[in-house]
Structures are given as C-alpha cells and as structure tokens.
C-alpha cells in the first residue's frame, strides 16, 4: 500500500515560532563532521551519525559533498575497495542470479549522470506536536547531487526478473550498532519504480568517488521516494515475489497512517501505509533566516523545489502571512526527478519585522500546505511552506 501525506493541523503559534526563529549563533565546528569533511553540517546524534545542512547552505543547484546531509542507521564498513567490492543479484524472482564487480558494471553497462533529489522521509520532523521520536531534522535532510551510475533497470534485465516479481530491495554492508551479526535496514521498491529509467546503481557522486558516509563504493539512488530506499554500500539486490520484509520494512517504520488521524493518536501497524513518491516542497536558501536588509530595497530571494515522481509546476512568495502570494520565475529541472531553482524579489516596504513564505505547486495542482500536514506516529512527509526571519530597518 502507498500512502501520501493529507490534511492540516493548525498548530498557530508554536508551529510560527519553530518555523521563523532567526538563525542560532554559530557553534564551533564537530569534531566527528570534521574529520569527514562537513565541519558546517548539524550533528543530531553521533551514533549512528546523522547531520543535517542549514538551509541557507544548500543554496547551490549541485549539492556538493561536503554540504550533503548525513543519514545512516549503522556502522558503515571500514573496507571499500572498489576493486574488490562485488554486487550481487538474486531472490525468489531472479532467473539468472549472478554477481558483478564495480568494473564489470562500469564496462558492461550504460553510464548515466542524472540529478537527483534524496530526502530523508523524517525531514522537517522536529516541528510535529506531540513530537515524534526520532532525529530531529528541521528543513536540511535533504539534498540534490548529480549521481553517476548505471541504470538498475538494466542489470536486473542482464539478470532475467520473473513474472511474479512485486518488489526490489537491497542489503548494504554497513553494521548493527550493537555489533550483533544482523541487517541495520533492507528495504526497497516496487518493481515500477526500480525499472524507471533514473533509479541508478550509484559509483559516483559529483563526478568523484562517493564518500564513505554516503554509501561507497556503490549505492542506489531512487530519486523522489524516502531517502531510506536509496540503501549504501551495497552487497545484494533482491528480486522478490512479495513486498519486501526486511528490517525497517514493517511497524511504522518509514510508514504513516492510511487514514488521517488526531495528533497523538495510537496507530496499529496494520493501519500503517509504506511511504512511496514524496510529497512537494520547497526551500528558501537565500537569503538565512534572520537577515537584516534596508526597508525599501529589493530582496533578492532563491531557493529550490521538488515533487516527489512529479514535477513544479510554479512557486509562489508571500510577505504578508499567506494572504496574498506572487509568482517566482522557475527554472525546469535538468532531468526528471532533480529539484528545480526558484527566484523572486520582494520589497519590505518599511521597517519592521516580516516573513517570507514559499509554497511550491505540482503538475497535478498539489500544493504545500501553510502549516504541518497530518500528524503521523514518526514525523514523516513534513511538507509545510517554508519561511525565513526578515528585519527591516
């Protein structure tokens, strides 16, 4: 079962404030993001690590590396030799199991280099009431890099897929924090999704190796469903006859009510629905929330959007609470499933304190909600505007 996120919670002001505060004041560097090159990310937790960009840093159309945020549910392996690493293809729905090295793959297949959206399905958590455990991701658990690989598509054709085959799933080589010899997360998608032309076997990021945290040296990438379908460091892909039933599969796990409920309400797993196409959205990423600017003078404002399987259709900018918007100029995406630049301008017209909203639209005419969409167990598919702090003087 599917399921995207419906309704509207009116949280008024407490959903304001966490959604207007003026940037904190800088924090010195964490040592652990440090030491792998994202001294500007925010840790969340250190084990497994998980960190998340500020919006305002996610302002390029690539999100380099060191920018890319962070989500891991184990230890990744310390031994990545793409010359050793091996892939294999198997499961109740493979004809002709088999396995590749990363040269074999390289050579005997169809390079791609596509943009891709990669979300964390829990982005946007921390502003749920009652909250929701897990990370509390604000707006940065999500980026776009160009990803350069071979179509999925065509390996698992090499590889024969039955008639009966419902789902693909992966297993990655990273490790059980609690250092039990047991699989961390092993999800996946429907077979419609994995022979899209743009899921890819992944063996580079930005046109270098993919970093450790980041799944090296080979990972999927599937553009516009939950970052957690995207697995690292893979070992096996999986051609199953049912729904995949690894860990993080079931519960409520990547899932959120089939029907809406009320904030707080009690959710039996069987009334769970898997997250598939994420929702639309959009980032503001300049100018950082809390900037001073002269009333009067045009601001200059950028950022990005995203659908999901879908494209934008337009974004709109308002100064004035939602009661009125303006249209930005949107750019198309470079390929389907990257996000889309936006840019507007707006002038506050005297001094004071104002915010600045975004709402992007998709192609079927979905748009993002003004404040939080429908309360889940777990903080999934936040999509609500977002907005910066604006002073006038």
């Known amino acids: 079962m599917a399921a995207r996120a419906t309704g509207m919670v009116a949280l008024g002001p407490l959903l304001l404030r966490a959604q207007t505060a003026a940037a904190p004041t800088a924090a010195a560097p964490n040592a652990l993001l440090v030491s792998h090159g994202k001294p500007d990310l925010r840790l969340l937790n250190d084990r497994p690590i998980n960190a998340e960009t500020p919006a305002h840093l996610l302002d390029d159309e690539v999100t380099p590396a060191e920018r890319f945020f962070v989500r891991n549910n184990g230890v990744p392996p310390t031994d990545v030799d793409p010359a050793n690493w091996s892939l294999t293809i198997g499961g109740e729905s493979c004809l002709r199991p088999r396995s590749f090295s990363i040269a074999q793959l390289r050579s005997e297949f169809t390079q791609r280099s596509l943009r891709l959206v990669v979300e964390c ?9 009652p909250r929701a455990s897990g990370n509390q ?4 658990a999500v980026a776009c890099a160009e990803w350069t690989g071979v ?7 090499r590889c024969g897929v039955g008639a009966d085959a419902v789902y693909v799933a992966y297993v990655g080589a990273d490790k059980h924090l609690s250092g039990a010899d047991k699989r961390t997360i092993s999800r996946g998608v429907p077979i419609a999704k994995a022979m899209e032309a743009e899921s890819l076997l992944a063996f580079e990021m930005n046109g270098a190796p993919i970093p450790l945290l980041h799944g090296a040296p080979l990972r999927l990438v599937i553009g516009g469903w939950p970052g957690s379908v995207a697995g690292k460091w893979l070992t096996d892909i999986l051609v199953r006859d049912r729904v995949h039933d690894g860990p993080k599969m079931g519960g409520k796990s990547y899932r959120v009510p089939c029907e809406s409920v009320a904030p707080g309400a009690k959710v039996a797993d069987d009334d769970m629905c898997i997250i598939e196409s994420m929702p639309v959205k959009s ?3 300049h100018p950082e929330s809390g900037v001073r600017v002269t009333a009067g003078q045009p601001l200059e404002l950028r950022g990005h959007a995203w659908a999901g399987d879908r494209q934008v259709s337009r974004v709109e900018v308002s100064t004035d609470y939602g009661a009125t918007w303006s249209p930005a100029t949107l750019s198309p995406p470079p390929n389907r499933l990257a996000w889309q630049r936006f840019r507007a301008r707006v002038v506050p017209p005297s001094p004071g304190y104002y915010e600045v909203w975004a709402r992007a639209t998709d192609e079927v005419g979905v748009s993002q909600p003004m404040l939080l969409p429908g309360w889940n167990p777990k903080g999934y598919l936040n999509n609500a505007c977002h907005r910066i702090a604006v002073q006038a003087v």
Not at 122 to 127: D, P, S, Y
Not at 151 to 157: C, I, K, T
């Open 137 to 140: 991701w604000t707006t940065g």
């Open 151 to 157: 179509p999925l598509r065509e390996v698992l054709a």
């Open 283 to 285: 980032l503001i990423t």
């Open 121 to 129: 399905g829990g982005n946007g958590r921390a502003e749920f009431r």
